[in-house]
């Protein structure tokens, strides 16, 4: 599999789409889920063409330490840091990812159970 140039979080990063953007840098946009999981769901997207965890390279160890501190500050900024909340990466179908440009879910606002569903 390839990485899609015209698959949705591409078109969104280039502004095709338009998104509830809560956060931009040269490296990562996050933005709220359209269909959230919680009360707080924001989608945070390196703006690499990366399909996944699995597809990232040792040189891509830079911009997803970006992709965690955007989630602090994105907590801090939305004021859930001090209640709590999740980060969820899924890598491939069966973990649950259906879209296929790596992204991190911030999912706050509700008591999150372990394990998940």
């Known amino acids: 599999m390839t990485y899609d140039e015209n698959g949705i979080f591409a078109k969104i990063?280039?502004?095709e789409i338009p998104a509830k953007i809560v956060y931009e840098t040269e490296n990562v946009?996050?933005?709220?889920?359209v269909n959230p999981k919680?009360?707080?769901?924001?989608?945070?997207?390196?703006?690499?063409?990366?399909?996944?965890?699995?597809?990232?390279?040792d040189e891509h160890a830079?911009?997803?330490?970006?992709?965690?501190?955007?989630?602090?500050d994105i907590a801090r900024e939305l004021g859930v840091n001090e209640h709590g909340y999740r980060l969820v990466i899924n890598t491939n179908a069966n973990a649950g990812q259906e879209v296929f440009h790596l992204?991190?879910?911030l999912l706050a606002g509700r008591k999150m159970t372990w394990p998940p569903g």
Do not use: C, T
Request: aromatic fraction near 2%.
């Open 62 to 72: 830079q911009v997803m330490g970006e992709l965690l501190l955007a989630a602090r």
């Open 38 to 57: 919680a009360p707080v769901h924001v989608l945070i997207v390196p703006k690499l063409r990366v399909m996944s965890v699995d597809d990232l390279a």
């Open 29 to 33: 946009l996050a933005f709220e889920d």
């Open 103 to 105: 992204h991190v879910h």
């Open 13 to 15: 990063i280039r502004k």
